[in-house]
């Protein structure tokens, strides 16, 4: 019986030495394990089933193939076969040993393996290798029918050497999983945040997902949409699917939330390819998802994503319809003055290539755009990059590749950025993490620059030798978004009640209304975006009550800031005042600057909107100067506002002017702050 088994086995090496011992899953083969041999075949079988029904289900023939390599596992083809299916799985990093065995079994196999090779070596990081191996399959790659297969290995090729230099120049970040509360064993993918990242919402696939159904054509759990808050200690609370009406039984994907998180985008799967929705917080309860119109859905094409500006009055999204550059491209639409989105425009050639771009996400500075893309300097699928948009010469800026570790040759797509510029959240299929893909926070450390050496130090390197080695200091400040982010609460002056009120951003140079927002009408929370570089005039209205204003002059070297104010409305009272923050004059004088017009034209409305109110206008200044002059200014300027308001139509008898000099300050006069808030005009109410 040993003399049989060894002239078998003998039979089996001489029969196959020739193709390096490639071993075929022929009974003759497997003589002396006819069982083992059956079940293999069985498990073949199987796994073939899934197997040639497409890409999207390979995962499912991992199990049947992996069972019949344990029998035999010197199948070139069935090495083959479990590679490709790892490449087309969230495990893609196992590919590798199978498809190098592939091709060391049979060195005539199928040319198409060293393709697959080549993706391995390239997900890998070995750029020389894996350009070696698709040159391979070049020939046939030349010789197929299809264009795309071609122009696919050239790309996949171009990749490889633009990893080779990106990978030289790392960036220095930390990368972190976001921990238990957000990620599962299954796929978390696609998360955005506020802009003070308060709030993070994103999508995945779970079975507990609404309807609990299986996608027939993806096989994978239908997508809904999951949110979660930030606690106190800077942890992220348990992540809760947000329910109906946000999410249906069809796949529902988030994708652009606003800076203050109280309006959000979404991808919903009904019929035909999907469309983009819009949901708007109100209170606690979010609304009911409305289509955002047909100048950005289509009906026979792919609106996967979208994300806002920071004022709201511009959407950025990707779709597939014809006339663009590529496959997916960028476009951007604005809100015309019924609040409908208008007809959209291609970002151009700057930005969009022939390839796909997808994941697009504007900064809340307002023009630093994140996308990715499978073209530019990508180093394998998808790449985060960033392009800036020069106001002078209207133009988007060449894309950026932001960088290795962040960006890999694997697809990395949808990344939001905080509004400092300090930490990122993306989507990775990490081995090392909890599921099939996580969600991970990135911490942008700055550029490495020597450590400052005191006098004592120098002296030492001066005796001993010259100091050559860069001594990388453990943190480096990061060049922030010069932007400002001001964030708060409305209420009641008296009751202390939460209010939802409208919040009015107007470019006071330009006397222009920019952009308006809600605070909470539950909680009073309001947040916006205020990009460095204007002069801001802030209106916060409410019926019933007394508009508040507030001023910000944000100079274009401005560094990122964060500033929360707390607002309290007045009703309208016999005895209530309030500072018009945004009354300017000219120094030392009582002229009324341009930047005053907006302000002046909400104090005429409410005069117009309340026809028996009475007020006095007052003026104030600091205490620099003689108290004579420091009078007679005030006065001067409280009656130039009266002026003001009776050229536009006011009665006079409704308007009484007073000068308080520097009688009566508010904050301290010793300070440049303190004289500043002294300095100022307010308005009292006389009669109702």
Same mark, same amino acid.
């Given at each position: 019986m040993m003399i049989k088994k060894y002239i078998t086995l003998m039979f089996v090496f001489?029969? #196959?030495?020739?193709?390096?011992?490639?071993?075929?899953? &022929? /009974?003759?083969?497997?003589?002396? &394990?006819? $069982?083992?041999?059956? /079940?293999a075949k069985k498990n073949i079988?199987?796994?073939? $089933? #899934?197997?040639?029904k497409g890409a999207l289900f390979y995962k499912s023939a991992i199990p049947f193939f992996e069972k019949a390599n344990e029998f035999n596992p010197n199948s070139a083809d069935l090495n083959m076969k479990l590679g490709e299916c790892y490449l087309a799985s969230s495990s893609k990093f196992k590919a590798l040993p199978y498809l190098k065995k592939a091709v060391k079994l049979n060195s005539s196999i199928d040319p198409v393996a060293y393709y697959?090779?080549?993706?391995?070596?390239?997900? &890998?990081?070995q750029f020389d290798k894996a350009i070696t191996a698709y040159s391979k399959y070049q020939a046939s790659a030349m010789s197929n029918p299809n264009p795309m297969v071609l122009q696919d290995l050239k790309m996949r090729m171009q990749h490889c050497t633009n990893g080779k230099e990106i990978v030289k120049n790392p960036i220095r970040v930390f990368i972190d999983n976001l921990g238990e509360n957000i990620n599962t064993k299954y796929n978390e993918y696609a998360a955005v945040i506020s802009a003070d990242e308060s709030v993070l919402v994103f999508t995945a696939r779970r079975p507990n997902s609404t309807g609990g159904?299986? &996608?027939?054509?993806?096989? $994978?759990? #239908?997508e809904d949409i999951y949110i979660s808050e930030k606690k106190a200690d800077g942890s992220w609370s348990l992540s809760m699917n947000m329910g109906d009406p946000v999410n249906t039984k069809d796949h529902d994907a988030n994708s652009g939330l606003s800076a203050d998180g109280q309006r959000f985008l979404i991808y919903m799967g009904k019929k035909g390819f999907g469309d983009l929705f819009e949901c708007i917080l109100?209170?606690?309860?979010?609304? /009911?998802?409305?289509s955002l119109g047909k100048n950005i859905n289509t009906k026979d094409y792919h609106e996967p994503s979208a994300c806002y500006s920071p004022d709201g009055n511009s959407l950025y999204f990707v779709t597939d319809k014809p006339g663009g550059f590529g496959d997916h491209d960028i476009y951007i639409s604005h809100k015309d003055e019924k609040g409908k989105w208008g007809v959209a425009e291609n970002l151009g050639a700057a930005i969009n290539t022939k390839y796909d771009e997808d994941g697009v996400y504007m900064h809340p500075d307002g023009k630093t755009l994140y996308f990715s893309s499978q073209g530019h300097s990508s180093m394998g699928g998808f790449d985060i990059f960033k392009s800036v948009y020069d106001e002078e010469l209207n133009a988007w800026g060449t894309p950026v590749n932001i960088g290795y570790p962040v960006n890999t040759p694997e697809d990395d797509a949808f990344f939001v950025i905080s509004a400092s510029g300090r930490h990122g959240y993306y989507t990775s299929a990490s081995p090392d993490g909890l599921g099939l893909r996580d969600l991970y926070v990135v911490t942008f450390l700055g550029e490495e620059k020597p450590m400052v050496l005191n006098n004592e130090d120098n002296l030492m390197a001066s005796i001993a030798a010259p100091v050559k080695d860069v001594v990388v200091a453990p943190l480096v400040v990061v060049k922030e978004a010069q932007l400002t982010i001001l964030k708060g609460v409305i209420s009641d002056y008296l009751t202390k009640d939460f209010l939802g009120a409208e919040i009015e951003i107007v470019d006071n140079e330009a006397n222009k209304v920019i952009a308006t927002f809600k605070s909470n009408s539950k909680t009073g929370k309001f947040l916006v975006s205020l990009p460095a570089g204007k002069n801001y005039g802030i209106a916060v209205k409410k019926e019933n009550y007394l508009f508040h204003s507030e001023n910000f002059d944000i100079p274009k070297t401005s560094a990122f800031?964060?500033?929360?104010?707390?607002i309290e409305l007045k009703n309208l009272a016999v005895g209530n005042k309030i500072i018009l923050k945004n009354i300017f004059f000219d120094l030392d004088k009582a002229t009324l600057r341009p930047e005053s017009t907006a302000e002046l034209n909400?104090?005429? /409305?409410?005069m117009n909107d309340v026809p028996t109110l009475k007020i006095e206008l007052g003026g104030h200044t600091d205490s620099q100067g003689s108290e004579p002059y420091n009078q007679s200014l005030s006065e001067r300027r409280a009656k130039a506002v009266v002026d003001y308001v009776t050229k536009a139509g006011i009665s006079g008898s409704r308007l009484v002017s007073a000068g308080y000099g520097e009688v009566e300050p508010i904050a301290t006069n010793e300070t440049k702050e303190g004289r500043q808030l002294n300095r100022r005009t307010e308005f009292k109410i006389l009669a109702l």
């Open positions: 001489i029969s #196959f030495g020739m193709n390096a011992q490639n071993v075929e899953f &022929d /009974k003759a083969n497997f003589k002396d &394990d006819k $069982e083992g041999f059956k /079940k079988k199987e796994g073939d $089933e #899934f197997y040639l697959f090779l080549g993706q391995a070596l390239h997900l &890998d990081k159904n299986i &996608d027939p054509m993806l096989n $994978e759990n #239908f109100e209170g606690n309860v979010w609304g /009911k998802p409305e800031q964060t500033v929360e104010k707390n909400r104090l005429i /409305k409410l």
